[in-house]
């Protein structure tokens, strides 16, 4: 015999060897819940397009995020629903928004656990883009900067750990740095959303975060799912802007611009888990058609695999029990 037979399989032989040699390990440690704060709402109210997600009131998401605390989970991350919405979505800089207030209920509660604060202007804006438009209805990329800068100073100032501009306008990591700097702030992180795609894994939240464009799409200003040397360069652009973790955004059909991300940037990378990578496995656990335990384990343990550092996913707290 030339060669002798490679025995890999001696590497799976008991429990204490594999976990020995395990090469990616999914933690709690890692994880980050996200979660949606509705002004004027009393109590929760369950999300029909998101089974398990609720949305909540500013007393329920306290509770929420101890339980998330209380489970180990490190992080939450808000999404805000103001009371009213108009053009410019002043509701996302009103220092007495809905997820100003909450950001300062739920650190006042738990001042161990972070808050990171979404920001964009779609849930606040009437006609649910995530910038402000002109008068042809295209998105004013400058103009937006400044409003979402005024959001993001508003942010932190209510306690926020740090921000996660979500709405892919060009320079805006930037502008947000120099804001908060400006402002005191310069010990605020910012998560930046660098490569978001136009996906229709969106779906779910569009419901829970009442976003959805009245009118047009957003593949004005988020990528094409085709592209992933511009996905690239957003996360090299982000970077060069001042980002201090950078985004890809949806995972599970982008794990290769995780691993392309990763490698290019040498940054601490997060991944979001979005909605509809979220409800489709909890749609076909309903079924009966997948073991939604073994299911999303090995989706989250995929995602760090690829090379992300942070995991966003509504799982979270399920995870966190299940690997108690
Ligand atoms: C808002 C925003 C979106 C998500 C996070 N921030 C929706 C969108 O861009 O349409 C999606 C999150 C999810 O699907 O879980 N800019």
């Known amino acids: 015999m030339a060669f002798p037979a490679t025995r890999l399989r001696r590497l799976r032989a008991s429990i204490p060897i594999r976990e020995l040699v395990r090469e ?19 109590g929760r109210t369950p999300i029909a397009s998101m089974p398990g997600i609720d949305h909540l009131s500013i007393g329920a998401a306290v509770e929420e995020a101890g339980e998330a605390a209380a489970l180990g989970i490190p992080a939450v991350l808000l999404f805000g629903l103001p009371a009213s919405k108009d053009a410019e979505g002043s509701g996302a800089w ?11 209920a739920i ?10 604060t979404d920001l964009c202007l779609c849930e606040y804006t009437s006609h649910g883009h995530c910038g402000v438009l002109r008068d042809d209805g295209v998105v004013d990329n400058d103009q937006s900067l400044e409003l979402l800068a005024r959001a ?18 060009d320079g805006r990591v930037g502008a947000l740095r120099a804001a908060l700097d400006e402002h005191g702030l310069d010990e605020t992180p910012i998560i930046a959303y660098s490569a978001k795609f136009a996906s229709a894994f969106y779906g779910p939240f ?8 009245q009118s047009g799409d957003r593949r004005g200003y988020q990528m094409d799912p085709a592209n992933a040397l511009e996905a690239e360069r957003e996360a090299l652009l982000d ?20 691993r392309r991300v990763k ?62």
Request: hydrophobic share 50%; no cysteine.
């Open 24 to 42: 990616t390990e999914l933690s709690v440690r890692h994880l980050v819940y996200p979660m949606f704060v509705v002004a004027g709402l009393e």
């Open 94 to 104: 009103d220092d007495e928004g809905i997820v100003q207030l909450a950001t300062r």
């Open 107 to 116: 650190k006042a509660a738990h001042p161990d656990l972070m808050v990171i």
């Open 152 to 169: 993001a100073v508003s942010q932190a100032e209510a306690g926020a750990d740090a921000v996660a501009p979500s709405d892919m306008m």
């Open 206 to 213: 569009r419901e829970a975060a009442d976003s959805a464009p």
């Open 239 to 258: 970077a060069a802007e001042g980002a201090d973790v950078v985004m890809v955004k949806p995972a599970l059909p982008y794990l290769d611009v995780i």
């Open 263 to 324: 490698e290019r940037t040498r940054m601490p990378v997060a991944a979001y888990n979005v909605s509809g990578e979220y409800a489709m496995i909890k749609a076909a656990a309903a079924a009966g058609l997948l073991d939604e335990r073994a299911a999303v384990l090995e989706a989250l343990t995929g995602i760090r695999r690829a090379g992300a550092d942070i995991v966003f996913t509504y799982h979270a707290k399920d995870v966190a029990r299940w690997l108690q």
